[in-house]
Protein backbone atom coordinates (compact mmCIF):
# COMPACT_ATOMS: atom_id res chain seq x y z
CA UNK A 1 0.00 0.00 0.00
CA UNK A 2 1.43 3.60 -1.05
CA UNK A 3 0.06 4.86 2.19
CA UNK A 4 1.99 2.36 4.38
CA UNK A 5 5.52 2.60 1.79
CA UNK A 6 5.60 6.38 2.67
CA UNK A 7 4.66 6.11 6.30
CA UNK A 8 7.60 3.51 6.21
CA UNK A 9 9.80 6.27 4.49
CA UNK A 10 9.12 8.91 7.38
CA UNK A 11 6.13 10.48 5.47
CA UNK A 12 4.26 12.07 8.69
CA UNK A 13 1.23 13.37 6.80
CA UNK A 14 0.68 9.69 5.27
CA UNK A 15 0.75 8.36 8.85
CA UNK A 16 -1.88 11.09 9.64
CA UNK A 17 -3.88 9.92 6.64
CA UNK A 18 -4.00 6.10 8.01
CA UNK A 19 -4.78 7.40 11.65
CA UNK A 20 -8.02 9.50 10.31
CA UNK A 21 -9.14 6.70 7.48
CA UNK A 22 -8.66 3.94 10.13
CA UNK A 23 -9.44 5.17 13.41
CA UNK A 24 -13.13 5.13 13.42
CA UNK A 25 -13.01 1.54 13.18
CA UNK A 26 -10.22 1.25 15.79
CA UNK A 27 -11.89 3.34 17.97
CA UNK A 28 -15.42 1.13 17.21
CA UNK A 29 -13.71 -1.97 17.71
CA UNK A 30 -11.88 -0.76 21.19
CA UNK A 31 -15.27 0.14 22.51
CA UNK A 32 -17.02 -3.28 22.15
CA UNK A 33 -13.99 -3.85 25.16
CA UNK A 34 -14.39 -1.02 27.00
CA UNK A 35 -17.05 0.66 28.24
CA UNK A 36 -15.69 3.86 29.79
CA UNK A 37 -14.29 6.49 27.13
CA UNK A 38 -10.89 6.95 28.22
CA UNK A 39 -9.72 3.56 27.99
CA UNK A 40 -11.16 3.27 24.31
CA UNK A 41 -8.82 6.38 23.93
CA UNK A 42 -6.09 5.13 25.72
CA UNK A 43 -6.65 1.79 23.62
CA UNK A 44 -6.95 3.94 20.29
CA UNK A 45 -3.53 5.68 21.09
CA UNK A 46 -1.76 2.20 22.07
CA UNK A 47 -2.76 1.19 18.91
CA UNK A 48 -1.43 3.84 16.74
CA UNK A 49 1.84 4.03 18.11
CA UNK A 50 2.56 0.09 17.71
CA UNK A 51 1.54 0.37 14.33
CA UNK A 52 3.70 3.06 13.72
CA UNK A 53 6.69 1.28 15.20
CA UNK A 54 5.75 -1.96 13.80
CA UNK A 55 5.03 0.02 10.33
CA UNK A 56 8.13 -2.10 8.39
CA UNK A 57 6.75 -5.40 9.21
CA UNK A 58 3.44 -4.40 7.34
CA UNK A 59 4.33 -6.11 4.40
CA UNK A 60 1.15 -5.06 2.37
CA UNK A 61 -0.09 -8.37 1.87
CA UNK A 62 -3.27 -8.48 3.87
CA UNK A 63 -4.76 -4.93 3.81
CA UNK A 64 -4.04 -1.97 6.16
CA UNK A 65 -7.56 -2.65 7.92
CA UNK A 66 -6.65 -6.12 8.58
CA UNK A 67 -2.91 -5.53 10.21
CA UNK A 68 -4.69 -3.08 12.62
CA UNK A 69 -7.54 -4.82 13.27
CA UNK A 70 -5.18 -7.96 14.65
CA UNK A 71 -2.84 -4.86 16.74
CA UNK A 72 -6.71 -3.79 18.27
CA UNK A 73 -7.28 -7.37 19.18
CA UNK A 74 -3.80 -7.77 21.30
CA UNK A 75 -3.45 -4.25 22.54
CA UNK A 76 -7.20 -5.18 24.44
CA UNK A 77 -6.81 -8.46 25.21
CA UNK A 78 -3.46 -7.38 26.74
CA UNK A 79 -5.57 -4.55 28.40
CA UNK A 80 -8.00 -6.49 29.56
CA UNK A 81 -5.39 -9.31 31.29
CA UNK A 82 -3.24 -6.33 32.93
CA UNK A 83 -6.37 -5.20 34.60
CA UNK A 84 -6.49 -6.34 38.38
CA UNK A 85 -10.24 -8.02 38.13
CA UNK A 86 -13.23 -8.15 36.70
CA UNK A 87 -16.53 -6.30 38.19
CA UNK A 88 -18.55 -8.48 39.67
CA UNK A 89 -22.24 -7.54 38.25
CA UNK A 90 -25.37 -7.54 40.53
CA UNK A 91 -28.97 -6.60 40.82
CA UNK A 92 -28.42 -3.72 42.89
CA UNK A 93 -25.36 -2.43 40.58
CA UNK A 94 -28.38 -1.96 37.88
CA UNK A 95 -29.76 1.09 36.97
CA UNK A 96 -33.44 1.82 36.97
CA UNK A 97 -33.58 0.91 33.52
CA UNK A 98 -31.51 -2.65 33.46
CA UNK A 99 -33.52 -3.52 36.50
CA UNK A 100 -36.85 -3.09 34.69
CA UNK A 101 -35.59 -4.98 31.24
CA UNK A 102 -34.71 -7.71 33.75
CA UNK A 103 -38.46 -7.94 35.78
CA UNK A 104 -40.31 -8.04 32.09
CA UNK A 105 -38.04 -11.07 31.10
CA UNK A 106 -38.65 -12.68 34.15
CA UNK A 107 -42.63 -11.79 33.62
CA UNK A 108 -42.75 -13.57 30.53
CA UNK A 109 -42.13 -10.67 27.80
CA UNK A 110 -39.46 -12.77 26.28
CA UNK A 111 -41.95 -13.51 23.92
CA UNK A 112 -42.66 -10.35 22.85
CA UNK A 113 -40.94 -9.74 19.33
CA UNK A 114 -41.18 -6.11 18.64
CA UNK A 115 -39.02 -4.52 21.57
CA UNK A 116 -38.00 -0.39 21.25
CA UNK A 117 -35.23 0.44 19.85
CA UNK A 118 -34.85 1.91 23.49
CA UNK A 119 -35.33 -1.40 24.93
CA UNK A 120 -33.01 -3.02 22.71
CA UNK A 121 -29.97 -0.69 23.67
CA UNK A 122 -30.66 -1.33 27.06
CA UNK A 123 -30.57 -5.09 26.79
CA UNK A 124 -27.34 -4.16 24.37
CA UNK A 125 -25.95 -2.24 27.43
CA UNK A 126 -26.81 -5.02 29.95
CA UNK A 127 -25.24 -7.81 27.92
CA UNK A 128 -22.09 -5.61 27.86
CA UNK A 129 -21.70 -5.06 31.59
CA UNK A 130 -22.06 -9.05 32.20
CA UNK A 131 -19.64 -9.39 29.11
CA UNK A 132 -16.96 -7.07 31.16
CA UNK A 133 -17.50 -9.96 34.22
CA UNK A 134 -15.98 -12.88 31.91
CA UNK A 135 -12.37 -13.76 31.53
CA UNK A 136 -10.46 -11.54 28.70
CA UNK A 137 -9.95 -14.73 26.28
CA UNK A 138 -13.90 -15.10 26.75
CA UNK A 139 -14.82 -11.43 26.13
CA UNK A 140 -12.40 -11.49 23.69
CA UNK A 141 -14.12 -14.46 21.53
CA UNK A 142 -17.72 -13.59 21.90
CA UNK A 143 -16.77 -9.84 21.16
CA UNK A 144 -15.26 -11.15 17.60
CA UNK A 145 -17.14 -14.17 16.80
CA UNK A 146 -20.98 -12.16 18.07
CA UNK A 147 -20.14 -8.78 18.12
CA UNK A 148 -18.17 -8.52 14.58
CA UNK A 149 -19.92 -11.47 13.54
CA UNK A 150 -15.89 -12.48 12.49
CA UNK A 151 -15.31 -16.22 11.29
CA UNK A 152 -13.16 -18.86 12.92
CA UNK A 153 -10.75 -18.24 10.06
CA UNK A 154 -11.14 -14.57 11.37
CA UNK A 155 -10.04 -15.10 15.00
CA UNK A 156 -7.26 -17.68 14.33
CA UNK A 157 -5.82 -14.72 12.39
CA UNK A 158 -6.25 -12.03 14.57
CA UNK A 159 -5.33 -13.78 17.76
CA UNK A 160 -2.87 -16.64 16.60
CA UNK A 161 -4.75 -18.97 18.51
CA UNK A 162 -5.65 -22.77 16.62
CA UNK A 163 -8.91 -23.51 14.92
CA UNK A 164 -9.80 -25.87 17.78
CA UNK A 165 -9.03 -23.07 20.67
CA UNK A 166 -11.14 -20.50 19.15
CA UNK A 167 -13.82 -23.63 18.80
CA UNK A 168 -13.61 -24.47 22.34
CA UNK A 169 -13.41 -20.89 23.73
CA UNK A 170 -16.74 -19.79 21.91
CA UNK A 171 -18.36 -22.85 23.30
CA UNK A 172 -17.34 -22.33 26.84
CA UNK A 173 -17.65 -18.40 26.81
CA UNK A 174 -21.32 -18.72 25.25
CA UNK A 175 -22.26 -21.52 28.44
CA UNK A 176 -20.17 -19.19 30.77
CA UNK A 177 -22.44 -15.64 29.07
CA UNK A 178 -25.53 -17.52 29.77
CA UNK A 179 -24.88 -18.95 33.63
CA UNK A 180 -24.17 -15.45 34.34
CA UNK A 181 -26.88 -14.15 33.19
CA UNK A 182 -28.88 -16.75 34.81
CA UNK A 183 -27.57 -16.45 37.93
CA UNK A 184 -28.72 -12.50 37.62
CA UNK A 185 -32.18 -13.58 36.51
CA UNK A 186 -32.15 -15.53 39.34
CA UNK A 187 -30.85 -12.68 42.46
CA UNK A 188 -33.68 -10.58 40.41
CA UNK A 189 -36.37 -13.43 40.68
CA UNK A 190 -35.21 -13.40 44.51
CA UNK A 191 -35.04 -9.68 44.93
CA UNK A 192 -38.81 -9.24 43.30
CA UNK A 193 -39.73 -12.28 45.51
CA UNK A 194 -38.71 -10.28 49.07
CA UNK A 195 -40.30 -6.62 47.92
CA UNK A 196 -43.43 -7.92 47.01
CA UNK A 197 -43.29 -10.23 50.61
CA UNK A 198 -42.55 -6.85 52.24
CA UNK A 199 -45.50 -5.27 50.60
CA UNK A 200 -48.16 -8.04 51.79
CA UNK A 201 -47.98 -9.31 48.11
CA UNK A 202 -48.98 -12.94 47.77
Known amino acids: MDLARLARDGDE ?9 YSPRVFRFASRFFR ?11 VFLKAFTELGSFEGRGSMEGWLTRITTNTCLNMLR ?12 LTEDESAWLENQMADAAGERHR ?17 TLSPDDQLVLTLIDGEDASV ?9 SQSKVKVQAFRARRRMREAVEKLLAHGAKAVAS ?4 RGVT
Open 153 to 161: KDVVEMTGW
Open 82 to 93: SSKRRPELTVSG
Open 116 to 132: SSERSLVAADLAGRVLE
Open 195 to 198: IEKA
Open 13 to 21: SAFEEIMRR
Open 36 to 46: QRSLVEDAAQE
